[in-house]
Every structure is written in C-alpha cells, then in structure tokens.
C-alpha cells in the first residue's frame, strides 16, 4: 500500500531525527506502508495545492493533506515547476508487523 502526505512543516519529515514524524510512525504502523512524504517546511497552501497535484497524479492508495495557517503569506515565485523525482523523503515499505 502507499500512504502519500502533502503539507508545511508539521507535516515533513525531520533530517536530523529520521523515522519520528507522525507521517513515518503511521506507515509502520500501517504495516509498512510505502511512504511518501512531500511535505516542505514553510510551505504555503499555494505550494500544497502544487503537492496535490502530485498526489493527484500518482494516485496513492491513501493520502493526506494537512494545510498550513491561513495567515502564511504567500510569495510569488517565478521559479521552475516542482520535480518530485528529487524530493527528499520516499521510503518503501519496511518488514511486516
């Protein structure tokens, strides 16, 4: 099975302590789901509305999206589309529990 998230900071991945975000604790303990996580620290929900296009687009066997404040201010970027190919956090399955 594969578990997408989508979201800001509280929903990404840490670097220093792998393996303890809510979004890595719910796929072990989904039996080893395979996760991947596309949540970016300070992310505005114009970027996770990107992030859902992506899920859109793999069709996950379940996703979440967790939006970030109403208040972030959004700053326009004329930067290059998202490639989710480099995203830092795509884990598979780990052993059966």
């Known amino acids: 099975m594969?578990?997408?998230v989508a979201g800001c900071s509280f929903s990404a991945v840490s670097n220093t302590?792998?393996?303890t975000s809510w979004s890595e604790r719910l796929a072990e303990k989904l039996g080893g789901w395979k996760l991947t996580n596309l949540a970016r620290q300070g992310c505005?929900?114009?970027?996770i509305r990107i992030q859902m296009?992506?899920?859109?687009r793999q069709r996950p066997d379940f996703a979440i999206v967790g939006p970030t404040f109403?208040?972030?201010m959004e700053i326009p970027?004329?930067?290059?589309?998202?490639?989710?190919s480099q995203s830092r956090y795509i884990a598979e399955?780990?052993?059966e529990i």
């Open 77 to 84: 970027a004329n930067s290059a589309p998202y490639d989710w």
């Open 53 to 56: 296009d992506e899920i859109r």
């Open 70 to 72: 109403w208040d972030r």
């Open 93 to 95: 399955p780990t052993k």
């Open 2 to 4: 594969h578990l997408m």
């Open 44 to 47: 505005s929900n114009g970027g």
């Open 17 to 19: 302590l792998p393996g």
